[in-house]
């Protein structure tokens, strides 16, 4: 797991709520990045941030907010809007010091609505 | 092959043996792969890297292999332990691009028979 730590491990959500997944890494990585893990499937993007302030949507960032004000967090948001939360959720950041570009996941939190 | 639903391929070997898992990598501009480990429960783990002006890279019980002909890539783990037990997936990127977005394969789940 490197430096990137996801908290909580499991959470559980009723319908109609908004829920907040934290992610932080002390790796002194630009990029940091969500992705969705759905049984037997890949991995999804969800947002990506390249820096500080700014952030992009992934391939489905319908339902989800995120925001980037430090370097060492990136918060996501699965918003009451999502109508299929339930899913293991995953945190990256991006090391591309000399010769490498690769991500490094954090342990994952798992989402159940209930 | 590819998975389909919540089936991944499945790769079951006697502890001992070797194994060797397959990729095939969608992007004719990718030249950047990794491959990752995934154990039930938690986050990839990064296991080893190549970039496209190689064919073939060592790690410590782990090859990779490259073939940027028919775009394939392979992982091959020596004497495979029960400890290697988990999913494996390949990702690929173009190195050094401004986003660093990963495309993630599926993944095959490697069972290890003691």
């Known amino acids: 797991d490197g430096g990137i730590t996801q908290s909580p491990k499991y959470l559980f959500r009723k319908e109609g709520q908004n829920v907040t997944l934290s992610c932080e890494q002390n790796l002194n990585h630009d990029a940091m990045y969500w992705y969705r893990q759905d049984p037997g499937q890949g991995l999804r993007l969800i947002y990506y941030s390249q820096i500080v302030n700014d952030f992009q949507k992934g391939d489905i960032a319908e339902g989800y907010s995120v925001s980037r004000e430090k370097k060492e967090s990136f918060p996501l948001t699965v918003t009451s809007a999502q109508k299929n939360p339930t899913a293991f959720y995953l945190c990256a950041s991006r090391d591309s010091g000399e010769a490498k570009d690769t991500q490094y996941f954090g342990p994952g939190t798992r989402l159940t609505v209930l | 092959g590819e998975s389909v639903g919540l089936h991944l391929p499945t790769l079951s070997v006697q502890e001992g043996d070797n194994s060797i898992i397959n990729c095939a990598y969608s992007?004719?501009?990718?030249?950047?792969f990794i491959w990752y480990k995934q154990e039930s429960g938690k986050g990839p783990q990064f296991i080893i890297d190549i970039r496209s002006n190689m064919d073939k890279r060592q790690g410590q019980r782990v090859t990779v292999l490259l073939n940027k002909t028919v775009k394939h890539l392979s992982l091959q783990i020596a004497a495979t332990q029960p400890g290697d037990s988990a999913v494996y997936f390949c990702a690929e990127n173009i190195y050094g691009g401004s986003q660093g977005n990963l495309i993630f394969g599926k993944g095959t789940k490697l069972s290890v028979k003691p």
């Open positions: 992007n004719s501009a990718s030249d950047y």
